[in-house]
């Protein structure tokens, strides 16, 4: 018997450089005789709440897959392939009017394009350990 999963992959958080407090160790007296913990600030680079629209999150899907793999082993199962789920996109621009550059020169219309494509997620094949395929 066989068993199908898919494992998405999701999207790299985008980072950003903030200052933040850290702790030194170190205690103080406050104001009133209560005690207050020594912080220095520190840059760091921390997650932000969007996502990249174009890099996938390589150490996260890795985890995903490993977590799948771990459960279709406890469930008996052996992995036969893990086949990637790839999707594209592309972005284009044309103009067919006349226009004239800086320099005097003239053409008649541009156009560029480009295409790119990444892994959506991957599709894990496994087989029941101990039966043999038909």
């Known amino acids: 018997m066989n068993k199908v999963v898919y494992v998405n ?4 958080p985008l980072m950003k450089v903030q200052s933040v407090k850290v702790p030194t160790g170190e205690v103080k007296k406050g104001l009133f005789g209560g005690k207050k913990e020594v912080t220095r600030k520190e840059k760091q680079l921390v997650a932000t709440d969007e996502f990249s629209d174009c890099t996938i999150d390589g150490e996260r899907l890795t985890a995903d897959i490993n977590q799948a793999v771990a459960s279709l082993n406890s469930e008996g199962y052996e992995v036969v392939s893990i086949t990637p789920v790839t999707s594209g996109s592309y ?11 800086p320099s005097g020169g003239w053409g008649w219309g541009y156009g560029y394009g480009y295409g790119f494509s990444m892994t959506e997620g991957v599709t894990i094949l496994a087989r029941k350990v101990g039966q043999v395929p038909t």
């Open 9 to 12: 992959a999701h999207f790299k």
């Open 91 to 101: 972005q284009y621009r044309y103009n067919t009017e006349k226009w004239v550059s």
